[in-house]
């Protein structure tokens, strides 16, 4: 069968577009299922597809496979011809390492600036920790850039998952209007010029005016 990927409102549900740039990166023949996730069955509706009753997961001939992480991984290891993660070693540990940081960190950045990719609007004030934030993000991005941006524009030259974690961020970014320096900038127009990124976002937009 083919594979389905359960995503949320394409607007908002930034592990949702995790999940589905990775997908995308696979190049598996995928089937989406929007599930909305503010409705008062929402939860009833994710929990028929997950244990955890919420997006993304990925549904496999084998069963379900829950958390963009854990999705990311799960295709790298199917699909390892797509290369998803990096080929050279320590670049591959490294783009583990700001996965895994994004994964589990940023909490000032999710709360402050949630993904809305409708949103065209500075934040009247940013707060101390959200622009701590931020410089990590840009640190970050600045050291991928520095090591890899010979071999291409994104992370780690080739898109990647990677790409697909901060892809949110990104969108976040221009989003709220948040000034970056040259290579955070540059990044982020790379991520808007990317053309999974694209056809999710004009999902998005088309969702938002309906």
């Known amino acids: ?3 389905q990927l359960v995503v949320g409102d394409k607007n908002y549900s930034s592990w949702s577009l995790r999940a589905a740039l990775a997908v ?10 929007p599930v909305s996730l503010y409705r008062p069955d929402s939860r009833a509706r994710l929990l028929g597809y997950s244990p955890t009753g919420k997006v993304p997961v990925l549904l496999t001939e084998d069963g379900p496979v829950w958390d963009s992480l854990a ?4 295709l790298a290891e199917r699909f390892p011809e797509a290369c998803l993660w990096p080929r050279e070693r320590y670049a591959r540990a490294l783009a583990r390492s700001v996965c895994a940081e994004m994964h589990s960190g940023f909490q000032a950045l999710r ?3 949630p993904m809305d990719m409708a949103r065209d609007q500075a934040l009247p ?3 101390d920790a959200v622009q701590a934030d931020i410089d990590r993000v840009c640190a970050i991005w600045a050291d991928c850039r ?6 291409g524009d994104y992370l780690f030259g080739q898109p990647s998952i990677a790409d697909a ?18 290579v955070a900038a540059s990044y982020v127009e790379t991520v808007y010029q990317w053309p999974a990124f694209q056809r999710w976002r004009q999902s998005a ?5 309906k």
């Open 1 to 3: 069968m083919a594979l």
């Open 24 to 33: 995308d990166l696979s190049d598996a023949a995928c089937v989406q299922i």
């Open 71 to 74: 999705i990311a991984e799960y």
């Open 111 to 113: 709360s402050h600036l």
């Open 125 to 127: 004030e940013l707060p």
């Open 146 to 151: 520095g090591r890899f941006g010979p071999i």
């Open 165 to 182: 974690f901060y892809a949110p961020v990104a969108s976040r970014l221009r989003s709220y209007r948040v000034a970056l320096p040259a």
């Open 205 to 209: 937009l088309q969702e938002v005016q």
